[in-house]
């Protein structure tokens, strides 16, 4: 692999990164947003259905999203390469 | 390389500080002054808060109560009781999480939509390391802490209808069920459910939890049928946790020679103390007049104020 198709896959590699943490941002937020109502309005059976469990495996996914994106970065940064040690 | 603004790290702390003092106070004045929930709640469920004195309730129950009592002990004071004063630690988690989401959210907004091309990437991976990773763990265990800490309340069983007999029953004075009387005779001061329903808490078991997953869908979907049954087994555990060790279940002759079957939950201690709760039959009446007892009002309002006296001039008659 020639320098200029290394920058285009690199470039590729950095969009697909930010993407997922731009999805990551918004799903945590989105899980947040319910987990939010649940604690301010408190013990019913909506807010529990909303908040609790749809709201936290929403920010759990965005969280997972995020930990994968950083797994991704490090990898195409090849830090996580055996060769480096 | 990206020019980073300094007073954003400056501003978010800032931001995190007033937001978190501000809540905190707002917190610590709703709950000194609002007892609101709880006024509902005994409305709603009939409790007659004159015949039961609750003051004492503020205590931590561990079986000290009931052992007190049974021992004819001395002093009326709990034994290991905890007063409990400002806010809990569920509260403290609730407030900690409501925050967390406001200083995350507010983080991932400015980092992400409004200075992502000024900031530097060092300072934006830090800040979205605290604002999608350790922000959220926080959001995470202050859920889980206020739910189970509510989940403990009387309250939080009542606020779904089906429970609304068992817990009408448990503050009936004149109820002879094992609840009423565990809870008119103060045997449990407080969270008087999770007491004797121990699966459900912090400290309950996989099955509690998926059972309360099951019957909070049953809810929502209206899918349940009445009457409800309890559709585990009842560990003899809940009950001998607390008066195994007293005087006066000791001095029982059944309890010695019951009690390898007992311990194996092949004898069930309701069998000859209980019923724990309305019968199924008892709850279909209940609720049967209940609904008449409805039916009837809602007739009452309908009829207009002419009507009325037209139909109080014929009774006069």
């Known amino acids: 692999m020639n320098r200029s198709e290394q920058n285009i896959s690199d470039e590729n590699d950095s969009q697909e990164i930010d993407k997922l943490v731009r999805t990551a941002i918004l799903c945590t937020i989105t899980g947040m947003l319910f987990v939010l109502l649940f604690l301010i309005v408190g013990f019913k059976a909506w807010s529990v259905g909303i908040g609790v469990f749809l709201g936290m495996p929403v920010m759990i996914f965005g969280m997972g999203l995020y930990i994968v994106a950083v797994f991704r970065d490090l990898k195409s940064r090849k830090v996580l390469d055996s060769d480096n040690k | ?317």
């Open chain 2, 1 to 317: 390389m990206k020019k980073f603004n300094p007073t954003l790290l400056l501003s978010c702390l800032i931001l995190l500080i007033v937001s978190g003092t501000a809540l905190a106070l707002t917190g610590i004045y709703h709950l000194e002054d609002t007892p609101g929930s709880t006024a509902s709640f005994e409305t709603v469920h009939k409790v007659d808060t004159e015949s039961f004195e609750r003051s004492e309730a503020k205590t931590t129950l561990d079986g000290g109560t009931y052992a007190n009592i049974m021992q004819n002990a001395q002093t009326e004071k709990p034994i290991a009781s905890t007063a409990e004063k400002g806010m809990t630690i569920g509260e403290i988690m609730r407030w900690a999480g409501i925050v967390a989401i406001v200083v995350a959210i507010v983080i991932l907004l400015l980092i992400e939509f409004i200075y992502r091309d000024r900031i530097n990437p060092m300072n934006y991976r830090i800040l979205l390391i605290i604002s999608l990773f350790v922000l959220p763990m926080i959001v995470g265990l202050g859920t889980s802490a206020t739910v189970l800490e509510t989940t403990k309340s009387v309250q939080s069983c009542g606020s779904c209808h089906v429970m609304d007999p068992f817990v009408d029953d448990l503050f009936d004075a004149e109820s002879t069920t094992l609840a009423a009387r565990h809870y008119k005779n103060k045997w449990i001061p407080k969270y008087q459910c999770y007491t004797c329903h121990t699966t459900y808490g912090a400290h309950g078991t996989f099955e509690g939890k998926r059972d309360g997953f099951r019957h909070w869908l049953l809810f929502v979907t209206g899918t349940w049928d009445e009457p409800i049954s309890y559709s585990g087994s009842y560990p003899n555990m809940n009950c001998t946790s607390c008066h195994a060790g007293t005087n006066a279940f000791q001095q029982v002759k059944s309890h010695r020679a019951l009690s390898s079957k007992l311990r194996a939950d092949e004898v069930s201690c309701t069998s000859c103390h209980g019923p724990a709760h309305p019968t199924p039959k008892e709850r279909v009446a209940s609720t049967d007049q209940q609904e008449i007892e409805q039916r009837s009002t809602s007739a009452m309002r309908k009829i207009g104020p002419e009507e009325l006296n037209s139909l109080v001039e014929a009774l006069d008659e």
